[in-house]
């Protein structure tokens, strides 16, 4: 038999978090002697990526994976017949980091108050936010939502209450990232007052 008909139980793409553990496989069978190389993206592999044989298994795997290690895995095996090869596509998913933070932020009482930030990554993820410490839950007052790697709060009518830090906490398995703003808010009295006085200079 011929590495032409070599190759069987072929390794399947893999979406794995970084810091994780991955192992690609392949069974190879054909005539011997067999010379079997690993590959990644073309390139020989990290020094950190350990390859192994167990009989026909033929192995690679990475003990903590790095945001670096996502690509695809080729195993070439050839004899005195040919070559032949097969491939595996390793997702390497990283913690989402922020590439729209939040800014600073001034309200009014009674107006809306919106808070915006984006990621670049959303596989996994959860959301939290705080204000000074306190978990921010959703309302009818109080929108929530997390869609296109875009995360938002939004609060219907401003109160004096809702002023504060806000701490936006994004995690998934591979860790997570926060980024955070202080909301001020003007009382309308304060307005309505200096326009009374404004009247009677």
Request: charge should be neutral.
């Amino acid at each position: 038999m011929g590495v032409y008909d070599s190759y069987f139980n072929k390794p399947e793409p893999q979406t794995v978090f970084v810091g994780k553990r991955a192992v690609i496989q392949c069974v190879i069978s054909g005539s011997e002697p067999l010379d079997v190389v690993w590959l990644k993206d073309d390139r020989p592999l990290s020094s950190h990526c350990r390859t192994s044989c167990e009989k026909n298994k033929h192995s690679v795997e990475i003990q903590r994976l790095e945001a670096a290690d996502r690509g695809c895995y080729v195993c070439q095996a050839s004899n005195n017949i040919g070559t032949a090869e097969c491939s595996a596509v390793l997702r390497v998913i990283d913690k989402p980091n922020f590439v729209k933070p939040l800014g600073p932020m001034a309200a009014v009482v009674g107006a809306p108050l919106h808070l915006e930030c984006q990621v670049d990554e959303d596989t996994g993820v959860t959301v939290t936010w705080t204000r000074d410490g306190r978990k921010v839950h959703q309302s009818p007052d109080c929108k929530l939502s997390f869609e296109d790697k875009t995360v938002i709060l939004d609060i219907l009518k401003t109160t004096l209450k809702d002023c504060g830090d806000y701490v936006c906490t994004m995690t998934n398995e591979a860790g997570s990232s926060t980024c955070s703003t202080s909301v001020k808010v003007q009382g309308k009295l304060l307005l309505h007052l200096l326009f009374f006085f404004m009247l009677f200079i």
